[in-house]
């Protein structure tokens, strides 16, 4: 068997080779934490080189989600906690003041608050169902939620705008112990469709402002829901 020879003791290195090895490789370290650890993973970038790499714009994206993340389970939280009770009809009087009924064609029909009323949508058959609209200020950074409590197959058309900004949005539903994505977008400045329910439950939007300023979301629903709320 072949024993490898020993070093030499001329060959070992000095303790002050040793030490000044050490200090390199912490140093090599700090600067690799501070230029590309740091702004990759957490939008902290001290020297700016993270964001003339694109490193910077990379670890937005990684606090942003994860913020979003503990805010939709927040959310989620809430609205299966709200869907536990039965909803209850709400008066006209009790609504959130930015919200604001929908024009109504010529001679409404009178009808119990909360009811369901007959509505007509403009260049379309008559349709059974209500129609509301909601305004909501997000300030930077500030997410909101606003949910239709829907049946399972009930159908509602909507549009929602950021008023000439840009949102993120999850469009989604829980209840009865379910839950269900929708939808989702970064940037968006409108959107508008058909939200069909999965299930007996909430559903709707949450959306959150990512720009420097304020924004105004404005929402217009009309369909068959039972009530329509801002939960968060």
């Not at 964001?51 to 927040?74: F, H, N, P, Y």
Request: charged share 20%; proline share 6%; net charge negative.
């Amino acid at each position: 068997m072949y024993n490898i020879d020993l070093p030499r003791r001329a060959e070992l290195p000095t303790s002050e080779q040793l030490k000044r090895s050490t200090i390199i490789a912490a140093i090599a370290a700090l600067v690799i934490l501070v230029t590309v650890v740091l702004p990759s993973e957490y939008a902290i970038d001290p020297t700016r080189i993270g964001r003339v790499l694109g490193l910077t714009e990379m670890g937005e994206i990684k606090t942003q989600l994860a913020a979003e993340s503990v805010a939709d389970a927040a959310a989620d939280t809430a609205a299966r906690e709200g869907a536990q009770q039965p909803p209850a009809p709400v008066a006209a009087s009790n609504a959130t003041p930015t919200v604001s009924q929908a024009p109504q064609p010529p001679a409404p029909v009178a009808q119990a608050s909360g009811a369901p009323s007959n509505t007509q949508a403009s260049a379309a058959p008559a349709q059974t169902g209500r129609s509301d609209e909601m305004s909501i200020t997000l300030k930077p950074g500030q997410g909101a939620e606003i949910k239709l409590v829907m049946a399972a197959g009930a159908k509602a058309n909507f549009s929602w705008t950021a008023n000439g900004a840009v949102v993120n949005y999850d469009t989604h539903g829980d209840g009865g112990g379910r839950s269900i994505s929708y939808e989702k977008g970064r940037g968006v400045a409108s959107d508008e469709g058909v939200l069909d329910a999965a299930f007996d439950g909430n559903h709707g939007w949450f959306w959150r402002n990512r720009t420097e300023s304020d924004v105004t979301v404005t929402l217009r629903t009309n369909g068959d829901y039972a009530e329509l709320k801002r939960v968060g």
